[in-house]
């Protein structure tokens, strides 16, 4: 089994219920964050009460970080589901299968630092200084992210998608149609193509 080193006052179990409300509702870190606090529905969830503290998102984007670098995101899902088997939510409907951007931290890396990282290669600075290197994401990448343009002054709106630049990762999900629970969850970068997991069923 993939082994997820943890050091945090966050218990784990409580971690994945919080990635569970993210995915399940497609929220961003930040947006996750502000609903748990927002929500008593999401505090009874998580098992939290009013004067707990609650995750920040840096934390809910490492927990995920972790997850994903120890490849236990399918090993946790594949347990998730069969519990819910065993619960009676077999899936007998269809699957709403979606994907979602997540933004990575800013970086701020040098030209020198891009370019070791395009070709794969860890910069030296950062093999020298085992710290940095732990605070620092070589997993996200660069996509596209298509918004519909806004209504211009004269009234006119124009007949293109505004593409934005996006660094980080998509959160592919498979949902079930009757009872609205994950069945399947897959992290890619953000570059990774939607027609793959469609591929995969997922």
Excluded: C
Aim: avoid cysteine; glycine fraction near 4%; hydrophobic fraction near 40%.
């Amino acid at each position: 089994a993939p082994h997820v080193v943890w050091h945090h006052p966050f218990d784990p179990v409580l971690m994945f219920k919080i990635l569970i409300i993210h995915t399940l509702n497609n929220l961003s870190d930040e947006r996750t964050e502000y609903l748990i606090n927002d929500r008593l529905s999401f505090m009874r969830f998580l098992g939290l009460r009013l004067s707990e503290r609650v995750p920040d998102a840096k934390t809910v984007w490492l927990f995920r970080e972790r997850l994903t670098q120890a490849g236990a995101i399918d090993v946790l899902f594949n347990r998730f589901d069969a519990t819910l088997r065993n619960a009676g939510y077999l899936p007998m409907s269809d699957q709403i299968l979606d994907a979602t951007l997540v933004a990575a931290p800013k970086q701020r890396n040098t030209n020198e630092e891009k370019a070791d990282l395009r070709e794969g290669r860890i910069p030296q600075d950062w093999q020298d200084k085992p710290s940095k290197l732990s605070h620092k994401d070589r997993h996200a990448r660069w996509t596209l992210k298509f918004t519909k343009a806004k209504r211009q002054d004269d009234g006119t709106i124009s007949s293109t998608d505004l593409a934005i630049p996006f660094f980080g990762y998509k959160s592919h999900v498979s949902i079930d149609r009757k009872f609205r629970l994950i069945r399947k969850w897959k992290t890619t970068d953000a570059a990774a193509s939607d027609g793959a997991r469609l591929r995969e069923g997922l």
